[in-house]
């Protein structure tokens, strides 16, 4: 079984930064890609980044040279630095990482959501 715990969410003014967290747990026995989708209300969801092992990197065009993703492969966790944050950003966060198990099952698994809400 996979976990994927969030953190580092909050409120933040316009200009401000955050940095969110994502420490993934469990039968891992290697992590494929690590992403992170937001959702507003009302909103689909959309990607924000996405980090491969292979190297691959993407950012939605509305976050590029603002957000960037990173990988810590030994703690198995994904983080999203996010600077210049604007009130456009304000949504749900969400972690995903494609994982194959200690049982070589491949898989996608979703972590719970972390607020992120910036206002003046």
């Known amino acids: 079984q996979v976990q994927l715990v969030e953190s580092g969410g909050g409120l933040v003014q316009p200009g401000g930064s955050l940095r969110l967290s994502c420490a993934a747990s469990g039968s891992i026995f290697s992590i494929n890609a690590m992403a992170w989708h937001r959702q507003a209300p009302g909103k689909q969801r959309e990607l924000v980044a996405i980090?491969?092992?292979?190297?691959?990197?993407n950012y939605a065009d509305s976050v590029k040279g603002r957000f960037t993703i990173s990988r810590d492969n030994a703690k198995n966790t994904v983080y999203l630095q996010m600077n210049s944050l604007k009130p456009e950003d304000t949504a749900v966060y969400y972690c995903y990482a494609d994982i194959t198990t200690s049982r070589r099952v491949r898989s996608g698994h979703w972590g719970q959501g972390t607020q992120v809400t910036v206002s003046s």
């Open positions: 980090k491969a092992s292979d190297g691959y990197t």
